[in-house]
DNA sequence: AAGCTACCTGACCAATTGGTCAAGAACTTT
DNA sequence: AAAGTTCTTGACCAATTGGTCAGGTAGCTT
């Protein structure tokens, strides 16, 4: 009955195909949201035909669905960064560098996360109830943790993690408004550098975590 | 040529229709993006036909400013509670409550107006880059003011606005991520009062402001 | 060179979109 | 009660949308 034209052994024509489809699709989504998005634009921005597009990914979709669990997938390997140290200091530290390395090269994957569970996560609730929530607890219990050792203050794990991801996110997220406060430029690595520093100095100052 | 049907002495009923019709906007605008909402829907959830809508809105476009403007005075009236106080720990304080009492409050509205700032502010570049920089310039002074009467640490008071817009943004923008990992369930009044206090601790202790 | 599979795409379609309009209903003002 | 204004709305339209499909090409395997 379908067609289903998805090959056993992954051609190398096909990744590249995708490759190239997938990074057009990240861009027009996170400029235009999923609504406002189209399938005639991506094609464009890809610079294929439109029936080309749908040839790799059925459904506009499905095609969605790739571009969010890849920056999702992306999101949560920083936490890799959180898992080593035997600090705050060291571990939140290097999770705030993570992050903000992630928001400075993958702006647009993470505009269309943010964008996505602003709408309350219609695509990815699956994602989002199970992944996150197991990541969260295990990175709450670190926290706690380290509490308990008296490495650091006292603090809601919880609304410490939010505070992190929120202003990490922020520079991705928000890019056009820091761009736009900065005089209209992108910040430059400088910037970027000083942004991470004034964070990390005081979040971790914050949490009673200075070295 | 244009019948332009606007009273020169607003009409109450005009008022009141208007009201009715702004806030099922904000709710679809918010909840599907400006492209994925639709007139016909916020027709419905407004309770009256599109052509009516229409009739007190003549494009979509004109309706989402409307929506994406009053949100952003909203926004910049928290502003009051920065400019009073005498120390950071006052102001600042001052500030988070006020900012988290909006995202609690009008949770679509804050999302309309991310969704916005995120695509790159197509409808509203000039509020951004009038009124937003204005109003960033002189908070940044008066952060300036304090660190300079060594009421708090030498901070870049760009990054920490940034920081506290993230962090009591993330409440609303991100309240279906938060209510995820709350279980299910949207924050309670307590949670609520929990959240303020740990940005609060964080944030004063952190930029070396404590009471 | 024949056969098979993956790849490619112009032309097309049904459904939905933002927006219009004309004809009438409901108020105010005179 | 007539005249003028604001409000209301079903029916309609041109444009765009996501998605389909048939007929073709390119490249590997035998």
Redesign the pocket.
Known sequence: MSPD?I??RP?S??QE?ERIILKAAEKVFAEAGYGG????LIADVAG?????V??YF????QLYRRVVSNIFDIWLQAADAFDGAKNPAEGIGAYIDAKMEISRKYPHGSKVWASEVMHGAPIIQDYLEIKLVEWTKDRAEVIQNWIDQGLMDPISPRHLLYLLWATTQHYADFGHQVETLNGGFPLDLDQWQEAKSSIKRIVLKGIGAEE
Chains 1, 2 share one sequence.
């Open positions: 034209p090959p056993l051609n024509k096909r195909n998005a189209t399938m005639q294929r035909p439109k029936a080309n749908h040839y059925q459904t506009k979709e």
